[in-house]
């Protein structure tokens, strides 16, 4: 699956002298661990079990979780995470003749997505608003801290998760991940609040920080679950339809990854390039109701000119700091706003993944072997 980096650029910089090495360095660090890790894969032996393990039919017996298993099948566990490993559904049935796939794929589709949005947007949050609202606090190396949280969180998340859903079971899991959701919608509200403190209600750095540490710890959790969709998702599969072609169904789910991967980062170039250029449009308006000549006098284009001021804007040289600065007192900066429809839809996106999740039931896997049998029959 790979190494996931959090973004910790921006959009708007030019490339970085050294980067190009830095990358290929990093890209054949990452395809030589993995080679290496890739030698040492081997199959278990049949009759190899974990010490302590106890066999599928002693973990089938349990109740725990009556909601669950009252109309499951009897190779359904209590927790919904047991099934024999010689039997399975194979992939392309799965695909084509359940509804639990593209469930699953809905599920891990708007939970990466919208994980992907924030590990892109969050390192410019903190540096666009928090770092304006508490600079003694934010500095270079606290972002730098920052994104290295962001790392440590996935691969927590990674490890983690996939521990808990051992106890809790694959869906009930996913469904915690559902709290992504509150977080990333909240996001813009602390923001917010952060600066309302801040410099509206004279207020200094020390009212900002309970709305920043409630920012980075809540994206950091939200990054953790981010990781814990990949980890848990294998037996996830393997549970709802057997194990026997699970690594193939894991392929195509992998799809909604693939999907999110060019999604996500372009939905966020979007939404971030439509609400600076709104920005920008407004203050343009602000700018020629105070002084209709301030543009061209320290610019020397037409406030007219939309061709020249758009030349201006994207070399960098025309800028909302550059405007505000020429626009009337009292005018609100917007850039704490920038981010809203971004964290937005990417909660709504974590709350299509929740309600997926939640409709996702057990499958009659006898059954659905009996109809995959026939339809291979009546090819």
């Known amino acids: 699956m790979g190494i996931d980096v959090p973004y910790a650029g921006d959009e708007r910089d030019e490339v970085v002298p050294g980067s190009e090495g830095a990358m290929a360095s990093m890209g054949a660090l990452c395809g030589a661990i993995g080679a290496v890790g890739s030698r040492y894969i081997r199959i278990p032996h049949p009759d190899w079990k974990p010490h302590g393990g ?20 009897p190779n359904w566990s209590s927790s919904g995470d047991r099934r024999p490993d010689d039997v399975g559904l194979s992939a392309s049935y799965v695909v084509t003749g359940t509804r639990q796939f593209p469930l699953l794929w809905l599920s891990v589709f708007g939970n990466a997505t919208g994980g992907l949005a924030l590990l892109s947007s969050s390192k410019l949050m903190l540096t666009d608003i928090f770092a304006g609202v508490a600079p003694e606090i934010v500095t ?3 972002s730098t801290g920052y994104v290295s ?29 559902g709290l992504g959701m509150p977080i990333v919608g909240m996001a813009p509200y602390l923001c917010h609040a952060a600066v309302d403190l801040a410099f509206r209600d004279g207020g200094g750095e020390e009212n900002a920080l309970p709305y920043l540490m409630t920012f980075y710890g809540g994206s950091v959790l939200a990054i953790t679950f981010y990781g814990g969709i990949f ?13 026997k072609h699970a690594g193939a169904i894991h392929g195509k789910a992998l799809t909604a990854w693939a999907a999110s991967a060019v999604a996500g980062p372009v939905g966020l170039a979007y939404l971030r390039s439509y609400s600076y250029d709104n920005a920008m449009s407004d203050l343009l308006l602000k700018v020629e109701a105070h002084d209709a000549t301030a ?31 020429l626009s009337p007192a009292g005018t609100v900066d917007p850039t704490p706003f920038l981010y809203d429809t971004t964290c937005y839809l990417a909660a709504g996106l974590m709350g299509m993944a929740a309600l997926s999740n939640l409709a996702i039931s057990p499958l009659d896997l006898s059954k659905e072997l009996q109809n995959m049998e026939k339809q291979d029959k009546d090819k």
């Open 54 to 73: 106890r066999c599928a039919s002693d973990c089938e017996d349990r109740t725990t979780d009556r909601s669950t298993t009252a109309s499951a099948p």
């Open 140 to 142: 270079p190396a606290f």
């Open 149 to 177: 949280a962001l790392g440590v969180g996935m691969a927590l998340g990674r490890f983690g998760w996939s521990a808990i859903s051992d106890i809790l079971g694959r869906r009930r899991t996913y469904a915690l991940f």
């Open 231 to 243: 980890s848990v998702l294998p037996a996830y599969i393997a549970d709802l339809f057997g194990q």
């Open 295 to 325: 543009l061209e006098r320290t610019f020397g284009v037409s406030i007219a000119d939309d061709e020249a001021i758009r030349m201006l804007t994207e070399a960098k040289t025309l800028t909302i700091e550059k405007l505000l600065e």
